[in-house]
């Protein structure tokens, strides 16, 4: 995409690969209308539009966008449509939002526009998951019926930041020893995955290199900016319980140490539980084949049964 603006002056999300993804089809979007191509970049991405079952809204990660989400819709039942939601901001023209409820609130419009009535089934991924869980309180407050919140592998620690000084330095002394006996005990079972990322951390935190940093001219539009608002904006969410259940889609692999490796740290913001439903791959490649067939076999099922109550 960033090769076709260089040559050509459009600018697409990566995203439009879902409606055009033939060379033909792009080329004809290339030469269309403007409005055309100022539709791709709405939040609400159509990924497999098409099924007669309540659909999947997901939203994106720190990636941005929802290419990640492109095997997992393939894996699911043919009836069953996918929708994903990618960042506000990445066509330079709209500006990125730095306010969880906010972010929340600009997927929801957009949902509600395309599926006024719901049901509405959420997930989010990393980022995401704190998102679909602030859409779901939003939903829920309209009067709208959510039928699922799911949390891919997304840590709900950040209500740390909001305790005493006092208590984060005692919550952070008392945390080393199972800390340490994690890192012994993940060196053994899994020692490349564990160490690729103990070197990683070195990079980041001591030499300032980040392994994983993309290469500029890879970069999608407008990406440190939104960044940075939605680091503000995490920073700045409290979380607070929500009135129904969370489906937690954990993984299997952990590399590195949470204060509550069994329940993310989920458990008290949902009145009507935490479902944990354990899938393959670490956090990073859940998504990814192989494991991504074996994922949406998961998911459906739990898609299924929430859709039946």
Known sequence: MNAIAAQTGAKLPITALF????????????????????????????????GNKPPLYIVHGNGLTVMVFHGLAKHLHPEQPVYGLQAR???????????MEEIALTYINEILEHNPNGP????????????????????????????????????????????????????????????LLFVI?????????????QRYLFNKRFRGIDSEAADPSQKLPNEDHILSLHDEAMYNYRLSPYKGR?????AQLRVYF???????????????????????????TLFFPPLDAQVAAIVQKVLDERNRV
């Open 120 to 179: 509405y089934c959420l997930a989010g991924y990393s980022f995401g998951g704190i998102v679909a869980f602030e859409m779901a309180k939003q939903l829920t407050a309209m009067g709208k019926k959510v039928n699922m919140v799911g949390i891919f592998d997304t840590y709900a620690g950040n209500n740390d930041r909001f305790l005493s000084p006092v208590s984060r330095l005692f919550k952070k002394l008392f945390r080393q020893i199972p800390k």
């Open 185 to 197: 005990s993940s060196y053994i079972k899994h020692p490349s995955a564990i160490a690729e990322y």
């Open 246 to 250: 969370i489906d937690l889609f954990r």
């Open 89 to 99: 901001g990445l066509d330079n023209v709209d500006e990125a939002q730095n306010n």
């Open 258 to 284: 949470l204060d509550d490796l069994t329940y993310l740290g989920w458990q008290p913001y949902a009145q009507k539980g935490v479902q944990i439903h354990e899938v393959p791959g670490d956090h990073k």
């Open 19 to 50: 409606e055009y993804p033939t060379i033909a089809g792009l080329a004809t979007l290339i030469e269309g209308k403007e409005a055309a191509k100022q539709t791709l970049w709405k939040c609400l991405v159509p990924i497999k539009p098409h």
